[in-house]
């Protein structure tokens, strides 16, 4: 690995991120997560137990490693204190080495019973969100009306905000008699949590900087895929920050030349939760046989993911908009015992067949997926270690996978355990 390297989601999220970067963590000095908030569930295993993490960074169980959370995220702090209760009885302390930024916005009550009201309005066209207040929460960081951080250190400005927000969000907010919306309750339980996140909080921008010059190795961890961007995934269906590189630089203040390298994380096949198009998904036996055997089940909302083949034209888009240089396959050992497995290479359209997509990315709901299809493998690869060890058809796979992407390939991960990983 490169000293300093962006990991990112190269499909619709759960690509395995959390995993790649606990374990690429162990040779970084400093894990820093740039965007997204608690919709977001990095798995990691920690002596064989299972820690799901929403917003504090992948690498925070190796306990020598300082983490940050950047002013991209949207922090819900009920949320993290959550996680931190979660780490605590793991016996892994975050003192003195989790870091918030001062401008980062916060998530909340309200936003997550706006995200609730909305999402039911929408009906059946509804984007599918994790509830957790994510597009309410940001909407309000453009709007510039959102608290931040730093406002829980001035409480005459929180409270003027808050009186704001009942100006504003009279609709949802006048009459509700939800906890979510009772601003006099809300603004009570932020000034106490003001004290325990106060030594946590400062300028991640600068810190980074001071990290980068005395020569430390930076992690930075993002959070979705790259289908999920607000700008270059499947609008409206995606979520509403950048999860691509763009959402590094801003998201933490760092300038383009803190970076040495980027990997893009890829699961062997596709996923997505809720709504919105999907090429290439399964709703037959293999789609639920991806899903069992994948345990494709949502790690923040528990919902079922939608599963189907590797998708090559969308991972083309992903890796064009994040400038991969290597890719991180994960879950290889979930494609073990298929006979074929198909990889989609171009798309139908309008009697035409592309090999980018659309710019119109809406028009995936009518494309129809043109595939290749390659020859499965008898024998597992779950839990190896090894390059060498793969089954010919699975190095194929692997193989064909980078160089239709045109990348490197940074490591193959083999199961859901740290060791279960082929370092290239
Ligand atoms: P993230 O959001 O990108 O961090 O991914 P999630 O944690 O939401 O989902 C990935 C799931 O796959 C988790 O349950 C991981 O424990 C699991 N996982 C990660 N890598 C592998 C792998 O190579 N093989 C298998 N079988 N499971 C994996
Ligand atoms: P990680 O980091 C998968 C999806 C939701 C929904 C859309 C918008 O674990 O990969 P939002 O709550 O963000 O407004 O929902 O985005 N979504 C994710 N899907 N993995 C995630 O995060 C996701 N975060 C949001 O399911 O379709
Ligand atoms: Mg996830």
Redesign the pocket.
């Known amino acids: 690995m490169s000293k300093n390297t962006i990991v990112v989601?190269c499909q619709w999220?759960?690509?395995?991120?959390?995993?790649v970067v606990d374990m690429l963590a162990e040779k970084a000095d400093v894990i820093a997560r740039f965007q997204g908030g608690a919709n977001?569930?990095?798995?990691i295993?920690t002596k064989d137990k299972?820690l799901?993490l929403h917003l504090i960074p992948?690498g925070v169980t190796h306990e020598d490693k300082i983490c940050y959370i950047g002013n991209g995220v949207v922090l819900d702090l009920f949320g993290i204190m959550e996680e931190l209760e979660a780490l605590k009885s793991e016996g892994i302390s975050t003192k003195d080495r989790l870091f918030i930024s001062s401008a980062a916005n916060l998530v909340m009550p309200y936003h997550k019973l706006i995200d609730e009201i909305e999402e039911k309005k929408r009906g059946g066209d509804g984007i599918g969100t994790t509830l957790r207040g994510i597009g309410p929460a940001y909407r309000d960081k453009i709007s510039r009306c959102g608290v931040r951080m730093a406002d829980l250190y001035a409480p005459e400005r929180l409270k003027k905000k808050l009186e704001y927000q009942k100006k504003i969000k009279g609709e949802y907010l006048t009459g509700s008699d939800d906890d979510r919306a009772n601003l006099e309750k809300i603004y009570d339980d932020m000034i106490k949590l003001a004290p325990i996140f106060k030594p946590c909080i400062t300028n991640v921008s600068i810190d980074l900087e001071n990290h980068h010059k005395a020569g430390k190795s930076i992690l930075y961890e993002g959070?979705q895929g790259a289908m999920l961007d607000i700008d270059l995934g499947t609008y409206p269906f995606a979520t509403s920050s950048n999860t691509t590189v763009g959402g590094a630089l801003t998201g933490l203040g760092i300038g383009p030349k803190m970076i040495d390298e980027v990997v893009g994380?890829v699961k062997a096949y596709t996923t997505r939760v809720g709504g919105g198009p999907f090429p290439t998904e399964l709703v037959d036996d293999s789609g639920n046989r991806l899903r069992e055997a994948?345990?494709e089940y949502?790690?923040t909302t528990g919902r079922p993911r939608r599963c189907g083949w590797l998708d090559i034209v969308s991972l083309k888009h992903a890796c064009r908009i994040n400038g991969v240089d290597k890719i991180a396959i994960?879950?290889?050992?979930?494609l073990d015992g298929f006979d074929k497995i198909k990889v989609c290479t171009g798309y139908k359209l309008n009697g035409e067949t592309l090999s980018e997509v659309p710019l119109d990315l809406s028009d995936l709901w009518d494309i129809k997926p043109v595939y290749e299809e390659l020859d499965g493998w008898d024998k597992p690869t779950?839990g190896l270690t090894k390059f060498e060890d793969l089954p010919e058809n699975a190095k194929k796979y692997v193989n064909y996978m980078a160089d239709s992407l045109n990348v490197g390939i940074a490591l193959v991960?083999?199961?859901?355990k740290r060791s279960?990983t082929i370092v290239l």
């Open positions: 989601g999220g759960d690509e395995g991120k959390g995993k977001a569930g990095h798995t295993i299972k799901i992948s959070a994380i994948g345990c949502g790690a994960t879950k290889l050992d979930v779950a991960s083999t199961g859901p279960d």
